[in-house]
């Protein structure tokens, strides 16, 4: 949702019925982990379809800021104290695995996706986080990853602290995928607005109830964020949900880097020439389950960006982002043949592109070092069960707190909830006076609703639904419409 700066190169494919359902690979979702899949199994001689509810790439794929680079954060201290400095090594190359992977391509198949090398920056804006700073400059020095101490970024920002790398890039992820589809067309399937309802197991066949009917696979590729399905997996149990907001505005002049700050609250850089140059800022990030004023959020973020760079928003959007209790992303199988992608954790275009390669490897019986490390089904160690404590209580917290008390302070008048012969129902009321009224409870795990203001949508805190004014779903995990047929005796 929102008015996101790649939305503009979405286009809409021909939309043939599906005529063959009886396949070897289903894949669930197209962003760019579904995509980058379908692209690495498209010379397999596998029977391959994709399906995508809605556009291709019109997901979190276009929501996301597009920076392709393995310095995340405080990633490689965080993973050496929650694992040991094997995985976090073992991850970092990960990363660069993938970046290798997207310039390759883009290289090989002369790609025009505003693909453009530059450095890398974390920094700290508060001298208490300085320590965190110098950790992940230790640890990438013993990985044998050259990087620089700096105490301002290239710009005038607060900073009094910096990690500087090379060898980063930002791209714009819709023209990419867009250029993928381009190279599978004669040998992948692909079909938009089909959504994925029901997945059950037959004969060794999955059979997936979709709103086209039936389809028969061998294997199924989930890579729609967030698994539509609670079982097999849990997932909704092993990961919890950030929500971050984003804006972008002309500039005079682009400048070549890209910058996260560290800490609390975490602001990100970066820049993008579409003809005329642009800043992309983010930042406001919080977990779902402590906040749920998102209006409110997206304010602040535009004030900080007006007091930063004087600047008024041109674009403005929200992204999920779903997060798992390890740090490591979801990827692999969950069950025989039936295999997942999501919680990348902030940085989707690294993992998405991995995730493919990964999956592929998976079906091709083919070796790859890092499915043990994403695997679905890796050993639970002690500090793992400690922040899956932690995600669990959060997500009941966010549960409960959506039943006890709806009516926030921040509602106005023209969102309301009632209660009819013990069911709960949302009502929002346009600029018209037109009454919107829809069932006030998600389908996916029976979590109440929040409507947001901001994109004017009815949004699950708990797992991230989301839902048009009149009860059509149109973000999962969520499969399902909240409308509302008889809405005589509701008001």
Known sequence: MGNSIWKKNIRQLENDKIDEKNIDVLIIGGGLSGISTAFELRNS?????????????SGATSLTTGKV????????????????????????????????????????????????????????????????IDGEYNI???????????????????????????????????????SLIDIIKNKVKIYEHVRALKLTKENGYYIVNTTSGNIKAKYVVVSTQYPFFVIPGLIPFKTHIEKSHVVASKIPKTKTFNAISIGKQTYSIRYYNDKEPYIIFAGESYKMSNHIDYEQRQKELEIKFKELFNLNPEYRWSIHDITSNDLLPIIGEVSDNLIVSTAFNKWGMTNSILSGKIISDIILKNDNKYISLFNPKRKITIKRTINFVVDTFSAGKIFLLTKLNKNKSFYNDKVKFVNIGGKSYGIYIDNKKNKHIVRNLCPHMKCSLVFNFMDKTWDCPCHGSRYDIDGNVIKGPSSFDIKVDNKNNIN
Request: include cysteine.
């Open 45 to 57: 001689n596998l029977n391959i379809c994709l399906i995508e509810s809605n556009n291709i790439g």
């Open 69 to 132: 680079t393995y310095l995340q954060n405080t990633i490689y201290t965080d993973l050496e104290k929650v694992h040991n400095f094997d995985i976090s090594k073992k991850y970092l190359e990960s990363q660069l695995y993938a970046s290798k992977i997207l310039k390759d391509n883009i290289k090989k198949y002369n790609i025009n996706c505003d693909y453009i090398q530059n450095d890398s920056y974390i920094f700290s804006y508060k001298q208490e986080d300085k320590y965190k």
């Open 140 to 178: 990438l020095k013993k990985m044998n990853i050259k990087s620089q101490i700096v105490n301002k970024l290239p710009i005038q920002f607060p900073c009094n602290y910096a990690l500087k790398v090379s060898d980063t890039a930002v791209f714009n992820p819709v023209k990419y995928i867009n």
